[in-house]
């Protein structure tokens, strides 16, 4: 079994920016050298969080208005009162949405449907620089 590590690297706007991060991935797993196994995806960070999605504009724009209803930004929460950062409800987003995903690589291919994409969401409220490492694990 084969074991290799590597690292992207993302600039955000904050704000429930939703990037299409599977170009880059895909072009790990090619250079990875893995033909059979899993990649593994984690964010850096506790404001942001990894999922898929069919990325097209009005699905984008459905993901930052169901996490707005769900988490609103417009309130106060403990970790506002604690830190002064105002950033509570980006903390409670990643939460709920989580920072890593598994994603199976088969004949040197990731395995995602026709029109599924890998999304990193930067939640946070300001711009920041993301890390997504990335673990192939295969032979």
């Not at 850096?44 to 898929?52: I, K, N, P, Y």
Request: a negative charge; glycine letters at 8%; proline letters at 3%.
């Amino acid at each position: 079994m084969k074991v290799l590590t590597k690292e992207l690297e993302f600039k955000t706007k904050g704000n429930n920016d939703i990037i299409n991060i599977t170009d880059s991935v895909i072009s790990l797993v090619e250079k990875s050298g893995i033909s059979e196994g899993t990649a593994t995806l984690f964010v850096v960070g506790s404001t942001a969080g990894l999922s898929t999605c069919e990325y097209e504009p009005a699905l984008v724009s459905d993901i930052k208005e169901i996490f707005e209803k769900l988490v609103p930004g417009n309130v106060s929460y403990a970790h506002d009162d604690t830190w002064g950062d105002a950033n509570g409800y980006a903390h409670l987003r990643a939460t709920l949405l989580g920072p890593s995903l598994v994603v199976p690589v088969v004949k040197g291919r990731l395995t995602l449907g026709t029109w599924q994409q890998i999304i990193l969401i930067d939640f946070d409220n300001r711009e920041r620089q993301r890390k997504v490492v990335v673990t192939f694990q295969g032979a």
